[in-house]
Protein backbone atom coordinates (compact mmCIF):
# COMPACT_ATOMS: atom_id res chain seq x y z
CA UNK A 1 0.00 0.00 0.00
CA UNK A 2 2.39 2.32 0.60
CA UNK A 3 2.92 3.02 -3.02
CA UNK A 4 -0.81 4.06 -2.97
CA UNK A 5 0.20 7.03 -0.68
CA UNK A 6 3.42 8.13 -2.55
CA UNK A 7 2.10 11.13 -4.74
CA UNK A 8 5.01 12.12 -6.69
CA UNK A 9 3.29 15.44 -8.23
CA UNK A 10 2.14 16.32 -4.90
CA UNK A 11 5.40 15.15 -2.95
CA UNK A 12 7.88 17.31 -5.42
CA UNK A 13 5.59 20.45 -5.77
CA UNK A 14 5.82 20.46 -1.38
CA UNK A 15 9.82 20.16 -2.14
CA UNK A 16 9.92 22.91 -4.94
CA UNK A 17 7.83 24.79 -2.16
CA UNK A 18 10.33 23.88 1.12
CA UNK A 19 13.53 24.57 -1.77
CA UNK A 20 12.13 27.80 -2.88
CA UNK A 21 11.49 28.88 0.62
CA UNK A 22 14.87 28.00 1.92
CA UNK A 23 16.64 29.93 -1.09
CA UNK A 24 14.51 33.38 -0.61
CA UNK A 25 15.35 32.92 3.47
CA UNK A 26 18.63 32.24 2.28
CA UNK A 27 18.58 34.89 -0.53
CA UNK A 28 17.39 37.35 2.19
CA UNK A 29 19.88 37.39 4.15
CA UNK A 30 22.69 38.16 1.52
CA UNK A 31 23.42 42.11 0.31
CA UNK A 32 22.16 42.11 -3.28
CA UNK A 33 23.95 45.00 -5.26
CA UNK A 34 22.01 44.98 -8.30
CA UNK A 35 23.28 46.42 -11.72
CA UNK A 36 22.93 49.64 -12.97
CA UNK A 37 21.32 50.35 -16.45
CA UNK A 38 23.28 53.64 -18.66
CA UNK A 39 22.06 56.24 -20.60
CA UNK A 40 21.29 54.34 -24.21
CA UNK A 41 19.56 50.85 -22.11
CA UNK A 42 15.86 50.57 -23.89
CA UNK A 43 14.76 50.28 -20.17
CA UNK A 44 15.49 53.44 -19.70
CA UNK A 45 13.38 54.61 -22.64
CA UNK A 46 10.34 52.75 -21.86
CA UNK A 47 7.13 54.06 -19.40
CA UNK A 48 6.93 51.77 -16.01
CA UNK A 49 4.08 49.26 -15.57
CA UNK A 50 2.37 50.64 -12.53
CA UNK A 51 2.56 48.25 -9.57
CA UNK A 52 -0.84 46.33 -9.94
CA UNK A 53 -0.18 44.37 -6.13
CA UNK A 54 2.65 45.05 -3.82
CA UNK A 55 3.17 41.02 -1.87
CA UNK A 56 2.49 39.83 -4.67
CA UNK A 57 5.24 41.15 -7.35
CA UNK A 58 7.40 40.99 -4.21
CA UNK A 59 8.00 44.80 -4.51
CA UNK A 60 9.28 45.03 -0.88
CA UNK A 61 12.16 42.32 -1.58
CA UNK A 62 12.85 45.06 -5.26
CA UNK A 63 12.58 47.92 -2.62
CA UNK A 64 15.49 46.12 -0.11
CA UNK A 65 17.93 45.41 -3.06
CA UNK A 66 17.67 48.96 -4.75
CA UNK A 67 18.22 50.52 -0.87
CA UNK A 68 21.46 47.88 -0.80
CA UNK A 69 22.58 49.30 -4.43
CA UNK A 70 22.34 52.85 -3.33
CA UNK A 71 23.94 52.10 -0.29
CA UNK A 72 26.77 50.25 -2.30
CA UNK A 73 27.42 53.30 -4.37
CA UNK A 74 26.27 56.57 -2.51
CA UNK A 75 23.40 57.98 -3.47
CA UNK A 76 20.34 60.05 -2.79
CA UNK A 77 17.53 57.88 -5.53
CA UNK A 78 16.65 55.30 -7.53
CA UNK A 79 14.18 54.05 -9.40
CA UNK A 80 13.40 50.80 -10.56
CA UNK A 81 14.31 51.07 -14.25
CA UNK A 82 17.46 51.60 -13.33
CA UNK A 83 17.96 48.58 -12.18
CA UNK A 84 16.39 46.58 -14.82
CA UNK A 85 13.03 46.47 -13.50
CA UNK A 86 10.24 48.39 -15.47
CA UNK A 87 7.94 49.04 -12.92
CA UNK A 88 7.07 52.41 -11.27
CA UNK A 89 8.96 52.39 -7.56
CA UNK A 90 11.32 54.74 -6.37
CA UNK A 91 13.33 54.50 -3.78
CA UNK A 92 14.96 57.27 -1.51
CA UNK A 93 16.48 58.94 1.09
CA UNK A 94 18.37 62.50 2.29
CA UNK A 95 21.61 62.06 3.99
CA UNK A 96 23.68 64.59 6.44
CA UNK A 97 26.32 64.75 4.21
CA UNK A 98 24.07 65.77 1.25
CA UNK A 99 22.99 68.90 3.18
CA UNK A 100 25.51 71.74 3.22
CA UNK A 101 26.23 73.39 6.36
CA UNK A 102 23.11 76.21 7.47
CA UNK A 103 20.66 74.35 5.76
CA UNK A 104 16.77 73.96 7.74
CA UNK A 105 16.56 70.76 6.46
CA UNK A 106 17.27 67.69 8.39
CA UNK A 107 18.44 64.33 6.96
CA UNK A 108 15.67 62.11 5.55
CA UNK A 109 15.40 58.09 6.32
CA UNK A 110 14.51 55.54 3.64
CA UNK A 111 11.46 55.94 1.85
CA UNK A 112 10.17 53.63 -0.83
CA UNK A 113 7.70 55.28 -3.05
CA UNK A 114 5.24 52.66 -4.89
CA UNK A 115 3.47 54.46 -8.09
CA UNK A 116 4.50 57.81 -7.07
CA UNK A 117 2.40 61.11 -8.72
CA UNK A 118 4.17 64.61 -8.85
CA UNK A 119 2.16 67.30 -9.22
CA UNK A 120 4.07 71.11 -9.25
CA UNK A 121 2.41 73.27 -6.54
CA UNK A 122 4.52 76.07 -8.32
CA UNK A 123 4.76 77.52 -11.72
CA UNK A 124 8.35 78.52 -10.67
CA UNK A 125 11.18 76.77 -11.89
CA UNK A 126 15.00 76.74 -10.63
CA UNK A 127 18.05 75.31 -12.65
CA UNK A 128 19.47 73.03 -10.00
CA UNK A 129 22.40 70.87 -10.56
CA UNK A 130 22.01 67.10 -11.03
CA UNK A 131 23.56 63.76 -11.74
CA UNK A 132 22.41 60.46 -12.20
CA UNK A 133 24.10 56.77 -11.54
CA UNK A 134 22.49 56.37 -15.15
CA UNK A 135 24.62 58.97 -16.64
CA UNK A 136 27.97 58.32 -14.83
CA UNK A 137 30.70 60.64 -14.33
CA UNK A 138 28.73 63.75 -15.39
CA UNK A 139 26.34 66.21 -14.32
CA UNK A 140 24.18 69.52 -15.37
CA UNK A 141 22.18 71.97 -14.61
CA UNK A 142 18.10 71.37 -14.91
CA UNK A 143 15.18 73.55 -14.78
CA UNK A 144 12.82 71.98 -12.11
CA UNK A 145 9.69 72.94 -10.01
CA UNK A 146 10.33 74.45 -6.65
CA UNK A 147 7.65 73.31 -4.95
CA UNK A 148 5.56 70.02 -5.24
CA UNK A 149 3.62 68.34 -3.99
CA UNK A 150 4.09 63.63 -4.50
CA UNK A 151 1.49 61.22 -3.99
CA UNK A 152 2.38 57.33 -3.71
CA UNK A 153 1.58 54.26 -1.90
CA UNK A 154 4.32 53.19 0.45
CA UNK A 155 5.30 49.18 1.27
CA UNK A 156 2.53 48.45 3.80
CA UNK A 157 -0.28 49.79 1.61
CA UNK A 158 -0.70 53.11 3.30
CA UNK A 159 -0.51 56.46 1.39
CA UNK A 160 1.77 59.19 1.75
CA UNK A 161 1.70 62.15 0.49
CA UNK A 162 5.01 64.79 0.73
CA UNK A 163 5.17 67.96 -0.04
CA UNK A 164 8.92 68.90 -0.94
CA UNK A 165 10.58 71.77 -1.87
CA UNK A 166 14.53 72.86 -3.37
CA UNK A 167 16.73 69.90 -3.60
CA UNK A 168 14.11 67.75 -2.27
CA UNK A 169 11.58 68.51 -4.94
CA UNK A 170 14.21 68.02 -7.28
CA UNK A 171 15.41 64.67 -6.28
CA UNK A 172 11.62 63.69 -6.35
CA UNK A 173 10.74 65.48 -10.06
CA UNK A 174 14.68 63.24 -11.34
CA UNK A 175 13.40 59.80 -9.69
CA UNK A 176 9.66 60.18 -10.87
CA UNK A 177 11.14 61.10 -14.55
CA UNK A 178 12.91 57.79 -14.80
CA UNK A 179 9.46 55.80 -14.58
CA UNK A 180 8.48 57.63 -17.55
CA UNK A 181 11.71 57.05 -19.57
CA UNK A 182 13.25 60.82 -18.88
CA UNK A 183 16.82 61.39 -18.09
CA UNK A 184 18.15 64.35 -16.81
CA UNK A 185 19.88 65.56 -20.16
CA UNK A 186 16.19 65.35 -21.73
CA UNK A 187 15.24 67.77 -19.50
CA UNK A 188 17.97 70.19 -19.81
CA UNK A 189 17.73 73.66 -21.35
CA UNK A 190 21.52 74.52 -21.43
CA UNK A 191 23.56 72.44 -22.65
CA UNK A 192 26.85 74.42 -21.75
CA UNK A 193 26.21 73.72 -18.39
CA UNK A 194 26.75 69.49 -18.92
CA UNK A 195 30.05 68.38 -17.78
CA UNK A 196 32.23 66.40 -16.06
CA UNK A 197 32.75 65.34 -12.56
CA UNK A 198 36.28 65.43 -12.87
CA UNK A 199 36.87 68.40 -14.79
CA UNK A 200 35.57 70.02 -11.38
CA UNK A 201 38.64 68.66 -9.22
CA UNK A 202 37.81 67.69 -5.83
CA UNK A 203 34.58 69.44 -5.66
CA UNK A 204 32.97 67.10 -8.53
CA UNK A 205 32.69 64.34 -5.42
CA UNK A 206 30.07 66.44 -4.10
CA UNK A 207 29.18 69.75 -5.76
CA UNK A 208 28.09 72.43 -3.42
CA UNK A 209 25.16 73.24 -3.24
CA UNK A 210 23.02 76.14 -1.47
CA UNK A 211 21.99 76.14 1.85
CA UNK A 212 18.64 77.83 0.61
CA UNK A 213 17.91 74.48 -1.73
CA UNK A 214 17.40 72.89 1.48
CA UNK A 215 14.26 73.11 4.07
CA UNK A 216 11.81 70.98 5.27
NI1 LIG B 1 18.85 59.25 -12.03
Sequence with gaps: MAYAT???EK??????QTLSREFDH?????????KIAKMGNEILKQ???????????????????MKET??????????????????RVVVYRITENQIPAGAQMRPLDWRVLVNPVVEP???????IWER???VPGLHGEVPRFTKIQLRATELDGSEINITASGFHAMLLQHECDHLDGILYPMRMTDMSTLAFNSEL???GFLIPRDSKEFSD
Design 132 to 134: CLS
Design 47 to 65: VAEPVVDIAAENIAALAKD
Design 6 to 8: FQP
Design 26 to 34: FMGGLMAIL
Design 70 to 87: LEDIGGNGLAAPQVHVSK
Design 121 to 127: LTEEQNP
Design 201 to 203: GEK
Design 11 to 16: QGKNLR
